[in-house]
């Protein structure tokens, strides 16, 4: 039993000098660039839940993906160069917030673990653990977005003209969202039957949309329909009843494609193509008996910074 015991004394002043030699966590963390944290933010979270700013000098936690996307999260643990756990966490539906501390959670949980393991004689062994279990709540939140677009309209009306086009959307899961906007446009001037006509459109839109990401960038495929009105006011004509200002129902049907490009964890940069098929009267007419076809299809390129509010 001697023998035994002071191999046992031996070992645990080993791991004591061990664990006296330590450096600060920030040293010891390692994270792939992703849209929701960097090693900085991480670093402070899990200091919060390890409740110390170091770990033993031989532990490194290295994080790898991106919480929203489609891979998922991998947190791999080291001590002396060699892995001793691994833990991938899928696709997150939950805020930048909520997913940053879970990961921070499990990997504390890890790193407590792992210094706690001993490999000495009657010492208890004990594998790191790098499992998470959510926090309790009935649904995680969808996340709620912002835009304000500049766009460009052609086919709508009967020349190109400019618009602004804000939104605001809704994730009701992680692939599908929806989407509502409006449009207003810029004046269309055009000569027709001797005068002069101005039209211009105010119109709603409204879209359910399939989401896609892909490392950092966001694709998004769109159906809906727009629905609004055009104003037509004429001047210069002969017959008074050419002149002046009339409104006419606008509805159609549209199709989106956009790409987010993220900026910072809750800013991104939007570029859209719209296109859309009109479903109402498509031609613009004056007393004489002079008209003006309106294409019974259209687009709109447009872009601008989208805002994540949660």
Same mark, same amino acid.
């Given at each position: 039993?001697?023998?035994l015991s002071l191999l046992y004394a031996s070992c645990v002043v080993a791991q004591a000098a061990v664990a006296a030699d330590r450096r600060p966590?920030?040293?010891?963390?390692?994270?792939?660039?992703?849209?929701?944290?960097?090693?900085?933010?991480?670093?402070?979270?899990?200091?919060?839940?390890?409740?110390?700013?170091?770990?033993?000098?031989?532990?490194?936690?290295?994080?790898?993906?991106?919480?929203?996307?489609?891979?998922?999260?991998?947190?791999?643990?080291?001590r002396a160069g060699r892995s001793v756990g691994t833990r991938t966490f899928p696709q997150f539906s939950v805020s930048c917030e909520e997913a940053?501390?879970?990961?921070?959670?499990?990997?504390?949980?890890?790193?407590?673990?792992?210094?706690?393991?001993?490999?000495?004689?009657?010492?208890?062994?004990?594998?790191?653990?790098?499992?998470?279990?959510?926090?309790?709540?009935?649904?995680?939140?969808?996340?709620?977005?912002?835009?304000?677009?500049?766009?460009?309209?052609?086919?709508?009306?009967?020349?190109?003209?400019?618009?602004?086009?804000?939104?605001?959307?809704?994730?009701?899961?992680?692939?599908?969202?929806?989407?509502?906007?409006?449009?207003?446009?810029?004046?269309?001037?055009?000569?027709?039957?001797?005068?002069?006509?101005?039209?211009?459109?105010?119109?709603?839109?409204?879209? #359910?949309? %399939?989401? *896609?990401?892909?490392?950092?960038?966001?694709? =998004? &495929?769109? @159906? +809906?329909? $727009?629905?609004?009105?055009?104003?037509?006011?004429?001047? #210069?004509? %002969?017959? *008074?009843?050419?002149?002046?200002?009339?409104? =006419? &129902?606008? @509805? +159609?049907? $549209?199709?989106?494609?956009?790409?987010?490009?993220?900026?910072?964890?809750?800013?991104?940069?939007?570029?859209?193509?719209?296109?859309?098929?009109?479903?109402?009267?498509?031609?613009?007419?004056?007393?004489?008996?002079?008209?003006?076809?309106?294409?019974?299809?259209?687009?709109?390129?447009?872009?601008?910074?989208?805002?994540?509010?949660?």
């Amino acid at each position: 039993m001697q023998p035994l015991s002071l191999l046992y004394a031996s070992c645990v002043v080993a791991q004591a000098a061990v664990a006296a030699d330590r450096r600060p966590v920030a040293e010891a963390l390692s994270v792939q660039n992703n849209v929701c944290f960097d090693a900085p933010t991480l670093g402070l979270q899990l200091e919060a839940w390890l409740k110390r700013s170091t770990v033993e000098r031989d532990i490194s936690l290295d994080v790898r993906g991106d919480p929203l996307g489609a891979d998922g999260v991998t947190i791999e643990i080291r001590r002396a160069g060699r892995s001793v756990g691994t833990r991938t966490f899928p696709q997150f539906s939950v805020s930048c917030e909520e997913a940053r501390s879970a990961i921070a959670m499990s990997a504390a949980l890890a790193i407590d673990a792992t210094e706690q393991e001993s490999g000495c004689p009657e010492a208890p062994q004990q594998k790191p653990s790098l499992a998470y279990e959510p926090p309790r709540q009935p649904a995680p939140l969808a996340r709620a977005l912002g835009s304000l677009e500049g766009v460009a309209v052609g086919g709508l009306l009967p020349t190109w003209s400019m618009g602004v086009a804000p939104s605001v959307g809704y994730r009701v899961a992680p692939s599908i969202s929806l989407r509502a906007s409006l449009l207003a446009t810029s004046s269309s001037v055009f000569v027709l039957g001797g005068g002069t006509v101005e039209m211009r459109a105010v119109a709603g839109r409204l879209d #359910g949309c %399939a989401v *896609a990401i892909a490392r950092r960038l966001r694709l =998004r &495929a769109c @159906l +809906g329909v $727009l629905a609004g009105r055009l104003t037509t006011e004429g001047s #210069g004509f %002969a017959d *008074a009843t050419s002149t002046g200002a009339q409104r =006419r &129902a606008l @509805l +159609g049907g $549209l199709s989106r494609l956009d790409l987010r490009i993220p900026i910072a964890p809750s800013f991104g940069l939007l570029a859209a193509a719209d296109f859309f098929v009109r479903f109402t009267r498509s031609d613009v007419r004056v007393e004489a008996g002079d008209s003006r076809p309106l294409l019974p299809i259209g687009v709109m390129l447009g872009g601008g910074p989208e805002l994540q509010f949660w």
